[in-house]
């Protein structure tokens, strides 16, 4: 019987988050500690000003969301000192992604994306029928911006930068930026997708902002699940020119963002306190991470992120399983085209340490 799926979604591959610890203890009967360090959330929890939130409006979820998420729009307009009709909210980046390439792709179109760029990028341009152009990247698995400039066609849409990227944790330097946004043609659209943006402590990172205000056709991605430690509440939001925000608002779905997810954004961003500490305490594991990795022998990649990338040189995913038994959760790469590696997400320092001794007894070392 011939499939009723569309062929360009019938070819997709189901994209395989890091693995639920309740997951790991039914599978592998574990009773104790297991430690995630798969997905790149927050180590400290959420922002304390936003579980207050949730818990006083908690008996309100009977009630839809407000579908425009007014208070909030407002208060990320103000804080970006942009207008209200150029936020857009979404049900964290994925959501954004897709509503991106929904609004402005379609099947005469491209949408170019770096070898290691989000996974996202590509699935979502796949789903709409649009042709997928994946530039290579470095070899340090950086963008590499000017080719991917280069690969800009008549009929070229969309390009995606992760910046910070994920899963490699590179990044792509101001110059860098420059040198491509002087490149491409204004008619194209350019994406940044900066969920690891409040990581980021090097003074040559770009402010895509300053491109906005230019004038220029970008769309910028945040997100609520990282430094707030939000993840579970789908939240995010872009900010584009009007007529890009338009676009993407007319092809979002109603009520897209929950009821107690506007209201933990809108508390967690009066949380400077927790966002400083959560941006301390990766500083610190991450030098940590480093220094231990150092020790044991492992190539790493430096990251501006919250993960850091670990080159094994062996099958990762056999590792992977072998760290489940003890405890630990990583994610590996296999489906980025990076079967030796795994990313390791920074964590307490309590945790690495776990992890640490759990990849010197896998590995052998």
Known sequence: ?????????SKLARYKPGKPIEEVRRELGLKGDVIKLASNENPLGTSPKALAAIRE????????????????????????????NQIVLGAGSCELIEMTVLTFAGPEDEVISSKY?????????????????????????GHDLNAMAMAVTDNTKLIF?????????????????????????????????EAYYD????????????????????????TFSKIY?????????????????????????PFNTTRLSQIAALAALDDDKHLKKTVETNRESREYLYGELTKLGLKFYPSEANFVLVDLQRNAQDVFQELLREG?????????????????????????KICVEALRKVLGL
């Open 161 to 193: 930068i992760a910046n910070p990227n994920n899963p490699t944790g590179t990044m792509s330097t101001r110059e860098e930026v420059e040198a491509l946004m002087n490149m491409v043609p204004e008619r194209v659209i350019v994406v940044f997708d």
């Open 229 to 253: 430690g939000l993840a579970g509440m789908r939240i995010g939001y872009a900010i584009a020119e009007p007529e890009l925000a338009e676009g993407m608002n007319q092809a979002r779905k």
């Open 328 to 352: 630990v959760v990583v994610r590996p790469l296999q489906g980025y085209d990076l079967p030796d590696h795994i990313r390791v997400s920074i964590g307490k320092r309590e945790h690495i």
């Open 57 to 84: 409006y908690l008996a309100d979820v009977y009630l839809y969301p407000d579908d425009w998420g007014f208070a909030l729009r407002r208060r990320l307009s103000s804080d970006h000192a942009v207008s209200e």
């Open 117 to 141: 760029g989000f996974a996202i990028f590509a699935k979502a341009t796949q789903v709409v029928g649009a042709k997928n152009v994946i530039v290579p990247a470095r070899n340090d698995l």
């Open 1 to 9: 019987m011939e499939s009723l799926v569309r062929p360009n979604v």
């Open 199 to 222: 990581f980021v402590r090097r003074d040559d990172y770009p402010e895509s902002m300053d491109y906005l205000r230019a004038g220029r056709n970008v769309i910028i991605y945040r």
